[in-house]
């Protein structure tokens, strides 16, 4: 049985995952840490698992008493208590930190960049720490991964993606309250997004020659979650000879498709799935990739690479139905 501890629990993503954790059949979730909420009823927070858990907040950690830890913190936190307690962890203790702390390799961690499509072998090979993958750039990822492999990212890539309120967390905000969000779309921090890190390094690590921009433009949109990306390139392959390339990649990976329609965000919300659908138009390759951003964005792929670290079946816990309707 895994045993769970998380720090950071009253957040969008600890609540995603305290949902998904609470009915995975080979876990335990021992206890949920939250400062701010400590003596409280975890339903108090997070009202749907009404009914689902009797846990309690604590402001305590037992890191003896559990063998997977995550952290849903905000970013920047996670690097500092870890540089506070580490010493007071075991050393076989797993680790899935979900903010942006140990995304990028800089020579000061071992954590394993989480995206399970491109590091799933180091997951089952004995890794212990995991830095989760941004949202966008879950998305964005699943998009262009085969082709960065066959060495097919010669150009710029054009990106506009949107994003639901809940990709911003919990705490409201100047461009989170309903009266601004609802009915609205707005660009923010176009070409400048933070992902954009993450999602370079992926790219040259398949394709060392990758030195083209990533032009990527991020919006906020009017729904509550779901990530849309479209993407698209300068290509003079086939779109037969594309898809081939993708179904060959995604062949062995659980969660990610390939459709042959064109795919909308209510295909993917509530799953882990990432939907994606490929398109040739006068020289051009269009890619669309839906995402759950709070599932695949976040607490599934968490999930799913905790999953791995314990050598469980991929999908246990997250046979999970799109909120279609």
Known sequence: MIKVGIIGGAGYTAGELIRLLIDHPDVELRWVHSSSNAGKPVV?????????????????YDFDDINMLFFCTPHGE????????GDEMPKDLKIIDLSNDFRLEDGKHD????????????????AIHVANPGCFATAIQLALLPLAK?????????????????????????????????????IYKPF??????????????????????????????CFSRGILA???????????EIRHLYDEYYSDHSFTFVSDTPVDLKDVVNTNKCLLHLEK???????????????????GTAVHNMNLLFGLSEKIGLQLKSSAF
């Open 150 to 186: 066959n060495l097919l990212l010669n150009s710029d890539i054009h990106i506009t993606a949107i994003t639901g309120s809940t990709g911003a967390g919990v705490k409201p905000s100047a461009t989170t309250h309903f009266s601004w969000r609802n009915d609205n779309v707005s």
């Open 111 to 126: 954590f394993v960049y989480g995206l399970p499509e491109l590091n799933r072998k180091k997951m089952v090979r004995g």
């Open 281 to 299: 138009i006068d020289g051009k390759l269009l890619i669309t990739s839906v995402i759950d951003n709070l599932v695949k964005g976040a607490s």
């Open 230 to 240: 479209a993407i698209y390139i300068d290509c003079d392959r086939s779109i037969e």
């Open 44 to 60: 108090e927070v997070h009202k749907g698992l009404f009914g689902e858990t009797d846990l309690i907040f604590t402001d305590k």
């Open 192 to 221: 400048r997004h933070q992902h954009l890190d993450e999602i370079r390094q992926t790219l040259i690590g398949l394709q060392s020659n990758f030195d083209s921009d990533i032009l990527f433009v991020p919006m906020r949109g």
């Open 78 to 85: 996670s690097r500092g208590f870890m540089a506070e307690h």
